[in-house]
């Protein structure tokens, strides 16, 4: 399972750090939040949402994205490498 450590959490924001060993995922969640994600690696994840969809996201270090709440997935490392990425949620 992939670990994830909070590094601010507010009234406005909560940004958290995932780090993902080879093979790690974040377990299917639901997004309660719009949220950016700004990879700290070159690589991929492999994600799986709740129809059982699989896609690869090819990500570049410090190009950021966004997303919607209500995505619901689950977020696998598809690197033979550790990986890692910023999320930052905007509190409603």
């Known amino acids: 399972m992939a670990n994830s450590k909070v590094l601010v959490k507010n009234d406005k924001v909560i940004v958290t750090e995932w780090s993902f060993e080879v093979g790690d995922s974040t377990?299917?969640?639901k997004h309660q939040y719009?949220?950016?994600?700004?990879?700290?690696?070159?690589?991929?994840?492999?994600?799986?949402?709740?129809?059982?969809?699989e896609t690869i996201s090819k990500?570049?270090?410090?190009?950021?994205?966004?997303?919607?709440?209500?995505?619901?997935?689950?977020?696998f490392n598809n690197n033979n490498f550790p990986?890692?990425?910023?999320?930052?949620?905007?509190?409603?």
């Open 59 to 75: 990500l570049s270090k410090g190009v950021a994205y966004y997303r919607d709440k209500g995505v619901e997935h689950n977020v």
């Open 34 to 53: 719009n949220y950016v994600v700004v990879p700290m690696l070159d690589g991929e994840l492999k994600i799986i949402d709740k129809e059982n969809k």
């Open 27 to 29: 377990g299917q969640h």
């Open 83 to 92: 990986y890692s990425f910023i999320e930052v949620e905007m509190v409603d």
